[in-house]
């Protein structure tokens, strides 16, 4: 297919790219960088063109000539060494994507295909649970983006400037002007971006763990996290956790409680809405906040999947060139990089800081918590090498002035266009909110460290312990990794305080290599125990039980989500409707006139406009005035452009529709169903001749 193609030769010229600027890292890992290269530049340059031809086939090509050029200048400034082989390190490396990343992008590939739009014999299309309450906003914006003039408004809310993180979203745009289908155009771009998501940290925890087994384990403490939420399945009194006096419960109250067997309740577990005990919805019950990162931030959360993708190799390039070479702990060269080596820095790879420079910058409107994450990680390490480097502070300065100049240089005009445009001077943005979720604002709902090691976990523990041992690297890790979790922990960066875990993740993504290698530690101080094997069990039991859950679950859920009557009305509005068209209709998150069909609609839902910082009650009242009285508040098509109305199961469900007034002055044009689309005419009946 031509889309799969174009984004082909993206890959490939992101490929051709890091090889010449980089010929002297693993074969792996120049691969690893050039998709990820390549993917971010697809995402980019038809952006970029779109302000000059709109997000069209035209503007993306013209991003193909742009991406020649960058390529050309690549090869014509190209790093003079020779290109590294194939070693022993690199086949290790290779075991540990096979065994790692390979089956984890299989379960993130089902989990596209199973989650979104997934078709069902009746014509319906069916979702998951993660997916139910995010996707059709994620919809919305691709469907809505083809041939937009750029910057963009809000497909569910026209006249405000999409300020909301877009690309992960247009860069299924792109696959469906080229002309795949939107499901297709998600579940390709969604793999991709979990498979490159997958290998990025596999690879990022095998540059930074002590061992091999350290970077393998702190993969799996990762990807399936969730902490000590699973020990509730067992808890027959409701106080194993602390919660004493809780009693039995009942649906939607205390929910696990509500049968006495562990079979019983795994079934509650894995057929229950958001009842696994890593994000649990009674939060006030069990206060279960640690999301597993699959299930509810990779699949359904598309900018963060996005900006994971990014910034993992901002941050293997700045780590690789902050730390002197190490192969899992072992010493290359003289130099040397032991667990508790002096900190060195060897000569500044400008090619490798100019790179690292581009990808950071271009992180605000992929992810811009990613970007705010690897800025204040990049501060804390800055800070570490400065003091560490002070017979090479000359260098150490013109490396962070080259690394922070492009990133600065290129974020400033999306910070300015899009993010301060949206959240400087909104009150919803930037609070103080001291401990993250567990702030109900009139305390604490449990004790600080007892909230951590419970939703964390055993590594929370470690990672803790792991600092008070004399370990330069790990402590290294931690000065850039803790800068992100004391400025989360302290101030809410957005309406939905929930929102601060994706600073959390960061430094999470970091620390988990701090827990796998102090694990490891301790295991082999026991050696010659024959108890050992024990501990390692139940060590892995602590580690993964909840997380497992959380995945099962998403394995095994189907959520239905349009109907194919749905489906059908959105195939027509495609057909018969303008491109631009504006269309009146409830508030309803499951909205197949902008999720599948990618018209406007005068007001989406709460759901997420609030916590994208807007209030809309007098917007929402508005709409619920008009269907009740067509005549009287007709004013309202005419403020906002409307050319369709439509009336459906929500409509009729949360509003009062006066159906005579909408027959005598509005065109019918559109009655299948239970569904109907009014067509506003230019020569409508003037109000009050209804």
Known sequence: MLAVFYFAVYVGCGLMIVRFLLPGKAPAVRAWLGACLGCALMMWLPALWAFVFRFSVTAHIFALVLLGLLTAAA???????????????????????????LPLTLIGAYLQWTHILCPAADGSLHTGQCTFGDLPLHLAIATGARNAAF??????????????????????????????????????????????????????????????????????????????????????????????????????????????????????????????????QEFGTYNLRWSNVIADMMVPQRTT????????????????????????????????????????????????????????GMLPMVNTHCFLALGLCSAGWMAWDLIHSRRQRKAALLFWGLYGGIAVALAAPQLFTWTFHQAVGNESFLQFRFNWVNNTLNGLRDGYLWFY???????????????????????????????????????????NEYDNNKLFYIWYMLCAVLAADYAFALLDRLKGLRARPVIAGIMCVLFFSTGILAVAREMVTDEYHFSKADADAAAWVEQMTEEDAVFLTGDQHINFVSSLAGRRIVCGPDTWLRYHGFMLDEE??????????????????????????????????????NYAALDALYALAYDRDGIRIYQVLPDAPEEGNG
């Open 151 to 280: 910057p963009m408004d809000y497909s569910i809310l026209p006249g405000r400037r999409l300020a909301y993180p877009f690309l992960a979203d247009t860069f299924a745009t792109s696959f469906m002007l080229l002309g795949t289908s939107l499901r297709f155009s998600m579940v390709f771009t969604g793999t991709v971006l979990m498979a490159l998501t997958f290998s990025g940290y596999c690879i990022l925890a095998s540059r930074m763990a002590e061992s091999r087994k350290g970077a393998v384990l702190a993969a799996l403490l990762f990807f399936l996290n969730g902490g000590l939420g699973f020990l509730y399945l067992v808890d027959m009194q409701g106080a194993v956790l602390g919660e004493a006096g809780a009693g039995y419960g009942a649906m939607g109250h205390n929910q696990l409680q509500s049968v006495s067997g562990l079979w019983e309740r795994i079934g509650i577990v894995l057929n229950g809405w958001y009842q696994t005990p890593a994000n649990h």
């Open 453 to 495: 090691i419970k939703n964390i976990g055993l590594p929370f523990i470690l990672i803790l312990l792991s600092l008070l041992e004399k370990n330069e690297k790990r402590r290294f890790i931690a000065s850039g990794a803790f800068v992100i979790y004391l400025l989360a922990e302290f101030i809410q960066f957005q309406p």
């Open 620 to 657: 929402h009242a508005e709409v619920k005035r008009f269907y009740a009285d067509p005549i009287g508040d007709r004013a309202l098509l005419d403020q906002y452009g409307v050319k369709y109305i439509l009336v459906s199961g929500h409509e009729m469900g949360e509003y009062y529709v």
């Open 305 to 360: 999947l996005a900006g994971w993708m990014l910034v993992i190799p901002c941050l293997y390039l700045l780590y690789d060139l902050l730390r002197p070479r190490e192969s899992w702990g072992l010493a290359l060269d003289e130099d040397g990089d032991g667990p508790t080596s002096v900190f060195r820095r060897r000569k500044t790879d400008a090619y490798q800081a100019a790179l690292l420079g581009v990808l950071a």
């Open 75 to 101: 090869w014509f400034f190209r790093a003079k060494r020779p290109l590294r082989p194939l070693g022993d390190e690199d086949r290790a490396l290779a075991k540990t994507l096979l065994w790692v990343a």
